[in-house]
């Protein structure tokens, strides 16, 4: 029997980036969100065109698209390898320089994702999947050696007496410092963002990724159709499935057609890992709020009752009400999760092809669909007796798959070191309190 494990992303509806029905380029046109796309070449010759028109899902890659980038590389630029736009071929990007993608022959983790997302939510939250423990470990550590030598060398300690509520009453001390806090929150900014390229600065080992716009040939229309069509191939020799999960992925035909792909390869459930976007943008908006308030608590700590409480009542209104806004959305998009996994049909999966009626808008090229294609090959992996092949994945998605999702996020769940993570600064605060 299969054994499910993942979804993938990439999409290729009308906020996708297709271009020849592959579902992963784009053509001269507006997304939903009316972000303009940038326009890729539309005219083919007949050999490609015909070699389009009667394509076959790979399972196996040939060595030439056998790509991985390093995830250093894929969240340099603070995101921009995130958005919708169209850099280059392997080998080469727009301006002619070389790109990071290499030959290898297994990869650590296929990051899946969907491009109508907003770049920098899927930036933060990648951050914060790879670089967020390490980010919480390092800042504990620097906040407390300052707050050690701020016991040790009392010239450090410069705020002035402040007050501290102990058994009901507020008791004041001496005086305080605030070098363990703000060594801490930068120490905790530097590695959340940067801990990848420490990490090879010093180690020279990092994760090489599978990220579609860095791996799979954007100019050349034949190695771009034998990348697309080579998706199986690269979750065949990788190693883990980094879902960047938004409401929308369960409903886009080519994340469907990756989960079928890992779940026919029979790839362990506890290789897949799910972030959901809003879940980053949470706690990164969280950790600044938290933050102020720390600030605001010290700033505050001099004044006299009214204004003390006044002050702290709107420093705690005005550092929780972004992080509040964002939570509400972070929980409303998980708790759709559950009800996308129960009612999960291959049928309703969209894609661009049909959106468009087959035809790239502007011009006369036909282009195959990507619904019949991908059809064929789940019944070629799902078949089992009598027993219909889609219906057959379609359960194991709901049943199988659906329940190990499930147990990590949807609904309202939070993982644990997410609200460790995300709650850090307030820990930092204490560093200073000794």
């Known amino acids: 029997m299969l054994t499910p494990t993942a979804v993938d992303n990439d999409e290729e509806g009308p906020s996708a980036t297709p271009d020849t029905g592959l579902g992963r380029t784009e053509v001269d046109r507006t997304v939903e969100n009316d972000a303009p796309v940038v326009p890729v070449p539309t005219s083919l010759t007949e050999s490609t065109e015909s070699s389009l028109m009667n394509r076959v899902l790979a399972e196996k890659l040939d060595p030439e698209i056998s790509k991985a980038v390093d995830i250093v590389d894929s969240l340099s630029g603070f995101g921009s390898k995130w958005t919708g736009d169209i850099t280059g071929g392997l080998g080469t990007s727009a301006d002619g320089s070389k790109d990071p993608a290499q030959s290898v022959e297994v990869i650590d983790d296929f990051l899946s994702h969907d491009w109508a997302t907003w770049g920098k939510l899927k930036y933060i939250t990648l951050c914060y999947a790879y670089n967020g423990v390490a980010a919480s470990i390092v800042a ?24 501290q509520p102990v058994a009901g009453k507020n008791e004041y001390v001496d005086s305080a410092g605030y070098f363990g806090l703000l060594t801490g929150n930068i120490s905790f900014l530097v590695v959340l963002f940067f801990w990848q390229h420490m990490k090879r600065a010093l180690t020279c080992r990092t994760y090489f990724v599978f990220m579609d716009k860095m791996c799979i040939h954007q100019t050349d229309p034949e190695l771009k159709g034998k990348g697309i069509l080579g998706l199986a191939g690269f979750l065949r020799i990788s190693n883990r499935l980094v879902i960047l999960w938004s409401p929308r992925y369960f409903t886009r035909l080519w994340c469907v057609y990756e989960i079928a792909s890992w779940m026919s390869q029979g790839k362990s459930l506890k290789k897949i890992e799910i972030n959901p976007v809003a879940e980053g943008s949470f706690m990164f908006a969280a950790h600044i709020g938290i933050t102020m308030l720390s600030i605001m608590l010290v700033w505050v700590a001099r004044f006299e009752d009214l204004v003390y409480y006044i002050t702290m009542a709107s420093a705690v209104v005005g550092a929780c009400v972004l992080p509040l806004h964002i939570m509400r959305r972070n929980v409303r998009d998980l708790q759709k999760m559950p009800q996308q996994i129960k009612s999960f049909d291959f049928e309703k999966a969209e894609c661009f092809c049909c959106s468009i009626k087959h035809v790239i808008p502007g011009t006369d090229t036909v282009i195959p669909c990507d619904r019949e294609v991908i059809q064929t090959k789940l019944t070629e992996w799902f078949k089992k007796g009598n027993t219909d092949p889609i219906a057959l994945f379609n359960k194991y998605v709901r049943k199988q798959l659906g329940a190990h999702i499930l147990k990590r996020v949807g609904g309202s769940r939070v993982r644990y070191t997410s609200a460790v993570t995300c709650c850090i600064s307030g820990i930092l605060f204490f560093s200073d309190r000794a």
């Open 140 to 163: 504990m550590i620097v906040a407390g050696l300052f707050g050690a030598l701020e016991i040790f060398i009392p010239s450090m300690r410069r705020m002035p007496s402040y007050r």
